[in-house]
């Protein structure tokens, strides 16, 4: 990568020319042959980690959480073991609460050994308890390795925690290579979505004056490249090429701590797997890895772009559609839609006011005059049958149906994405533009 970790993390942050003085947060990473072995317990004297409280489930206690252990025995050092009994548990108020409940106050630093779960419940706990957190990972599956935030359902609403960063990271390339091959390409899919993220961030700095910064977007772009390179080679279970993976999404990661939100990593693909987590959450539905939902919401939303590059805005169209929209209407669907989550998405509303007429004229006339620089903005992303086609080398998923989750289901997903959070992406553009129903139907997914 262009952007080498070490020499990030050596530094005590930088200025920028954007203005901003970034600040990476992680401390340490070690990802290579023997980093468990060669890092842990040198780990623990640095953070003045005595009686560690290792977290993990049934699938990485296999994985990594017995070699964790392992170590702490033959060195001397007392520990504190939770193990999730659930299979797959999912990020929400009962796994946190559990966390809680099982690391006593012997405890004075979280050993996180797993995935994106593991990880997003480590950080919660370590920010409640302001305690050291140390994560070990076991598959090269998302990019929140490094993040100051944590991912979790609360209410029912999927949600972007403020917590804390790890303070180090260590991937062992064996560990890492032994993972299930769905999670190392849901490693994948999480990167391939910065295409759209990326796209998204600079739309929105020109529409709605949101904060941007070029260095920051090129450093998830090298990741996003280093991950497209290594893709094939890790999904192989190669070593160095799964290492270089895990790398470059731990670079991601530091890159939405640079920027202070996690705008360069996330956009309308992300809250479309959101969608289906939330979904899946209230009434069962399927749904797969969060990186294999974001790939295929990638996909979905290339396509959408592209459609959107063909057609000419028309001002009338655009108002008459504000006009009829229904906000009644529209929480009704969305309690139909997601349950109790919507209400979290409903109150969130309440305070934005995205739909208020006045704000929409307001930003369609902004939208019709910096037009082009739009389009120039989607200009930059790839089309939607070249990432196809790298999917499919690699084995990812390129529809919903291939885990379960229905067209209708997907369709639906796209036109409620604009209401997870309060940024600004390609669903709201549609919305403004009166396009957003007829392109979700339009939609071959």
């Excluded at 999927?158 to 804390?164: A, I, N, Q, T």
């Excluded at 996003?224 to 999904?235: D, I, K, P, Q, Y």
């Amino acid at each position: 990568m262009k952007y080498e970790l070490a020499k990030l993390l050596a530094g005590d942050g930088f200025s920028c020319s954007c203005g901003k003085n970034h600040f990476g947060l992680l401390k340490d990473c070690c990802i290579g042959e023997n980093a468990l072995a060669e890092n842990l317990i040198p780990m623990l004297e640095k953070y003045s980690i005595r009686h560690p409280f290792v977290l993990c489930d049934r699938e990485t206690f296999r994985a990594a959480g017995e070699q964790v252990t392992t170590l702490l025995q033959q060195n001397g050092i007392a520990y504190t073991l939770h193990c999730i009994a659930r299979t797959r548990p999912a990020p929400d108020e009962r796994i946190v609460g559990e966390a809680v409940m099982f690391c006593d106050a012997r405890c004075d630093g979280v050993l996180a050994v797993g995935g994106g779960v593991i990880n997003d419940t480590g950080k919660v706990l370590s920010a409640a308890r302001n305690i050291p957190d140390i994560y070990i990972a076991t598959a090269p599956s998302m990019d929140g390795f490094a993040s100051a935030t944590s991912s979790m359902e609360r209410e029912g609403l999927k949600v972007s925690l403020p917590s804390r960063c790890p303070d180090a990271v260590i991937g062992d390339a064996a560990i890492l290579a032994s993972a299930p091959v769905e999670m190392i390409r849901s490693g994948v899919g999480d990167m391939a979505a910065k295409y759209v993220s990326l796209t998204e961030w600079e739309i929105a700095h020109l529409l709605i004056g949101e904060y941007y910064c070029p260095i920051v977007a090129d450093m998830v772009r090298d990741a996003l490249e280093t991950c497209v390179r290594e893709a094939e080679a890790a999904v192989k279970g190669d070593h160095e090429a799964v290492c270089h993976l895990a790398e470059a999404l731990v670079l991601s990661g530091m890159a939405m701590n640079y920027a202070g939100v996690s705008r360069p990593a996330s956009g309308m693909e992300h809250y479309i797997s959101h969608i289906l987590d939330m979904q899946a959450l209230e009434f069962g539905n399927p749904a797969s890895y969060h990186g294999i939902q974001c790939g295929v919401g990638t996909l979905i939303t290339l396509q959408a772009y592209e459609k959107l590059r063909s057609v000419k805005p028309d001002k009338e169209k655009a108002l008459a559609y504000a006009k009829a929209f229904s906000l009644q209407a529209h929480e009704e669907h969305l309690r139909k839609q997601l349950g109790k989550g919507a209400e979290a998405m409903i109150a969130g509303e309440a305070k934005e006011g995205k739909y208020d007429t006045a704000k929409h004229e307001e930003r369609l006339e902004k939208i019709l005059s910096i037009y082009d620089r739009i389009l120039a903005c989607m200009e930059k992303l790839p089309a939607e049958a070249e990432l196809t086609e790298f999917f499919k080398k690699i084995g990812h998923p390129i529809s919903g149906k291939e885990f379960g989750v229905t067209e209708d289901a997907l369709k639906e997903a796209f036109l409620m994405a604009k209401d997870i959070r309060d940024k600004y992406v390609l669903g709201r553009l549609l919305w403004d533009l009166g396009l957003l129903d007829e392109f979700a139907a339009a939609l071959n997914v």
